[in-house]
């Protein structure tokens, strides 16, 4: 199929290219057109009827949709922006230089662009910056069939129709209702004794994560957003939702490998803006690692006259940084989920000094087996080797466990407890306890 | 609310509370219902209206969903039964121990007992065990005014009537409505004129991870799951998408941080369970940190003479496995969400080289001022530990940024190749360096 067309396009043959594209989905039409050169994109993207052209508009990248707003005329441009959903116009202005923003409100009458302008403000995090204004809104007095009526009138700019809003004459939410209760009841009843009042809101200042939970909680696919006078102002649905959920996933990734986060895609991202992104906390680790160097500096009379010692510092080390992670990973996750709450750090701290128990002897006795026994390294080297291992692991463990409770308690962001972190913190400890143990039962 | 309805269970005033419940959110019932003892919560489970007892029996823990089948008729079973979404049976039936399995089957009839072994048998991971049954079927010959009745008379037990699904004779997959374009449409158009043909569809051993992309790529609100004779056989919503997301996310962070991905909750699970999750990658990581330890040993001579070098060991092997670790974090993620993909490999190291040359000679330029001006440390030591630290990270970023790639192409799991694996080949790469550097600058 996408073949064909693209040999279609290739002989010059546009309408009957534009008379399959119009049978496919919006998704793929859009994946179509970023393969074409930027000329046929063009003819191909002005020939298509113009709901579906606001559609595909809305799927493919900032970069052509810049390219495509710069090259067609304002008449053109108000077709879009009036066939887009509310929230897909606010994505791609937000990403568009101040000229293009500046073009495209020109083209929009008084009220559109006075929303716009107040739609751009709502902070980048906030429910504001991802709801949308294409909502079917009833009132309670309505019957069923009177409702239905108004959908059928109004319904087809809306996003969804799944769910309406109920609001009193100063738009203020008094319930929401779902088509699918509509259509199962009798033509005659009274929305307002169907609708379910006191429904679950989102605030316009709430953040992502809040929203994400809350879907997630009551398996939404639409939530009401309303201001502080509870007055509804948009809604947001389930597809944002989604691509938010990506978003704070990827975030958690990047501050949990020690870099700030960025929500740009790799291969778009300059070079510049990604060493940006690493150099700062790569500094503070580095900075912090001397501190673990400064250790060895001081027991280097340890290391000089039992000479083996050193050959195991990058085992504690590591099997340390591992072991601290490997808990801090999951206390990040369980935090992130809500499975795990800050009021439960007793809990974890109880559950880690038992797991940390049975990982510890367990590596420390396998670890005792291979260097005693195989490598035949002296008694006391080798029990110095495989305490200082059991110890490193139950403390990393609990520190890994610990830490990220304390960062969420203290309102930083669990996540910056990670990898990095926990192993920089328990490099130092392990070596602290080598040297400790090794100068107590190595006599030195 | 919550309090109030609490206070009228401990005072024994149940049909009041019941009043007060069935107001609320199912979601917050079965919460509720959660903090109430057992003999408590059985009482309330049981005065609730059937239709919510099931919504209810859906949210609640798998423990006490065990407890409150041990506790009921099995009448009562078969209510909930009859009214639980088939996805929702199937979820609760793969957590319960087999004796109450069987129990749930002794009520129910033979059709439903077939269907749901059938459902059981799916995959873990495939669209069989998160797919259900209720949908509402139309055909394309029906009007638009027949097919609004046709949901009327059997929409009421449907998960979803917003999307349609329209079977030939054979239960071959013709097309999808919305129920949104039956709304908006005149009554006597036929379906065969608005549905979709050609809608994009799962089939039943799809793996959650396309079903999460497909969803993701065309915003979808449920999907259409046939066999291999496009015969459809149920449908996937987006709710339990979602979870899927939720889990797969998690599956990578614990891969990551090297442990055996478990989709179980960190408190809900038992000590020796974590442990045996944690165990194996410690083991294989300790064990392959001893390579880097055997480096140690072998140039021991040379820090020996130069007795400071050790000092900066730390330091170097962690800024090695941190930029590391940045590179593959990033890789891994972008190959999760397919922006990133293996074609890309060139671009990937060509990108690394860049950012590595930036990040590289930032760090031991700092790092030069640092230990040659502020530390007074020798020349060429000062030129040792940098010349490393700046080789180090160019090729721990393009060991970070190629392994996921290739771990891909192989068919393996990118994620595996994450911090830990990484910081241990690094470490060894990162002194084999050192002490090349070292030898040759300080003629050792």
Not at 66 to 76: A, F, L, M, P, R
Not at 157 to 176: A, M, P, Q
Not at 265 to 279: D, F, S
Not at 322 to 348: F, H, M, P, Y
Request: hydrophobic share 45%; aromatic share 8%; net charge negative.
């Amino acid at each position: 199929m996408k073949e064909l067309i693209l040999e279609l396009i290739e002989k010059g043959k546009y309408s009957e290219a534009r008379n399959k594209l119009i049978d496919m989905n919006e998704v793929d039409i859009a994946q179509l057109l970023e393969e074409l050169d930027k000329q046929k994109l063009l003819i191909i993207f002005r020939i298509l009827p113009k709901e579906i052209a606001a559609g595909v508009f809305s799927y493919i990248s900032y970069e052509l949709q810049g390219y495509i707003i710069e090259s067609i005329t304002d008449k053109e441009i108000k077709n879009i922006i009036d066939e887009l959903f509310f929230d897909d116009t606010i994505d791609f202005l937000e990403e568009m230089p101040s000229n293009i923003v500046k073009r495209v409100l020109k083209t929009t009458d008084e009220d559109t662009r006075k929303l716009i302008n107040q739609f751009l403000k709502y902070p980048e995090d906030s429910a504001g910056s991802i709801m949308t204004i294409e909502y079917v809104d009833l009132k309670k007095e309505m019957t069923v069939e009177q409702a239905l009526e108004h959908i059928k009138e109004t319904g087809v700019d809306k996003e969804t129709i799944d769910t309406c809003y109920v609001l009193d004459s100063n738009r203020i939410l008094e319930g929401v209702v779902t088509i699918r209760k509509l259509i199962l009841s009798n033509g005659s009843t009274l929305v307002k004794d169907i609708m379910t009042s006191d429904p679950i809101y989102i605030n316009t200042h709430d953040d992502h994560e809040e929203i994400a939970a809350l879907f997630k909680k009551y398996d939404f696919i639409s939530m009401p957003v309303v201001d502080n006078e509870r007055r509804l102002v948009g809604i947001v649905t389930i597809d944002d939702v989604v691509d938010i959920i990506d978003q704070e996933n990827t975030e958690d990734f990047q501050k949990m490998a020690a870099m700030h986060p960025s929500d740009e895609e790799y291969l778009k991202t300059n070079v510049l803006a990604l060493a940006k992104q690493r150099i700062t906390w790569l500094l503070i680790l580095m900075i912090s690692a001397t501190f673990t160097g400064n250790i060895i500096t001081k027991y280097n009379e340890v290391l000089q006259s039992v000479v083996v010692l050193a050959s195991f510092i990058p085992m504690l080390m590591d099997t340390g940084g591992n072991s601290g992670s490997q808990s801090s990973t999951l206390i990040i996750r369980g935090l992130a989920l809500g499975e795990i709450r800050t009021s439960d750090i007793l809990k974890v701290i109880l559950k880690e000094i038992q797991v940390s128990f049975i990982v510890g002897i367990t590596l420390s006795a396998l670890n005792f087996l291979r260097i005693y026994f195989l490598k035949k390294i002296d008694l006391y080297i080798s029990l110095t080797v495989c305490i200082t291992l059991f110890f490193t692991i139950i403390i990393a463990k609990i520190i890994g466990g610990v830490l990220p409770i304390l960062a969420k308690k203290l309102k930083v962001d669990p996540a910056i407890m990670a990898s990095p972190l926990i192993t920089t913190i328990v490099d130092a400890t392990a070596l602290i306890i080598y040297f400790s143990v090794a100068t107590r039962l190595l006599h030195i």
